[in-house]
């Protein structure tokens, strides 16, 4: 079975610094998807970023960029330039990436909270 | 667009009660989940819906928690009898359904605080 760990519950960044969320997992599929979820004080889930496993690139949103080491099993998130918005609950989440049905569920880890003083 | 709505959104019952909650998923999403988020943890799935077919309920306490998407589009989650543990937030997502794996963002809810006391 596949498992998310995220082994910060709790991190602090100053406004307009960078932060970096860390996150590993266990898999034995080789092909996959990993996200970057942010859960504000109001509870509404909303995808920040996604990573396919087959692709070694990157990937980037504006001020959110992840660091995908595919051999290692490690997803880390890396928030430039944070802002007071940026200020929630963080979770690593997993999904399989084979087609339909039961495999569509995401994984989650146990979450980061995240505090942005000013 | 409007997003996933869900209610209530807090509720308060005594255990052994019953409850129910309520999710109207966003319009043309095929794909229906109910996650359950324990304070602390992540959310944990316990149902999804493909229309208004189960695809995966493994994680469904099935004694006592039961699910139903009339018509593929609705959802109603209900919990009979309830226990102390079952305090948490049930949230409700949605997704296409029918796009490729790397597009088929789920959406989430605000979701519902459920106490029982």
């Known amino acids: 079975a596949q498992t998310v760990t995220q082994s910060q519950p709790e991190m602090s960044v100053q406004e307009a610094e960078t932060v970096t969320l860390s996150c590993t997992y266990d898999?034995?599929?080789?092909?996959?998807?990993l996200f970057w979820y942010k859960q504000p004080p109001s509870r509404q889930m909303i995808l920040v970023i996604r990573?396919?496993?087959?692709?070694?690139q990157n990937a980037t949103e504006n001020r959110f960029s992840v660091n995908f080491q595919k051999a290692a099993k490690s997803f880390s998130l890396k928030i430039s330039d944070s802002q007071l918005g940026d200020a929630a609950m963080y979770f690593c989440?997993?999904?399989?990436?084979?087609?339909?049905?039961?495999?569509?569920?995401?994984?989650f880890g146990t979450g980061t909270l995240l505090a942005v003083q000013p | 667009e409007a997003g996933v709505a869900q209610s209530p959104r807090y509720k308060i019952i005594e255990k052994r009660q019953s409850v129910a909650f309520w999710c109207n998923p966003i319009?043309?999403?095929?794909?229906l989940y109910w996650y359950q988020q324990i304070l602390g943890q992540g959310p944990k799935l316990l149902i999804q819906?493909?229309?208004?077919?189960?695809?995966?309920d493994s994680q469904l306490p099935k004694d006592r928690f039961s699910a139903e998407r009339l018509k593929g589009v609705d959802s109603t989650l209900k919990i009979q009898p309830a226990k102390l543990e079952d305090s948490a937030v049930y949230l409700c997502?949605?997704?296409?359904?029918?796009?490729?794996?790397?597009?088929?963002?789920?959406?989430f809810g605000p979701g519902t605080r459920l106490t029982v006391l």
């Open positions: 989440a997993y999904r399989s990436a084979r087609r339909g049905g039961a495999t569509n569920k995401l994984i």
């Open positions: 319009s043309g999403h095929a794909t």
């Open positions: 898999t034995s599929e080789s092909d996959y998807y």
């Open positions: 819906f493909q229309n208004n077919g189960v695809v995966d």
């Open positions: 990573q396919e496993a087959y692709k070694q």
């Open positions: 997502a949605s997704s296409p359904g029918h796009l490729a794996p790397s597009t088929d963002t789920q959406y």
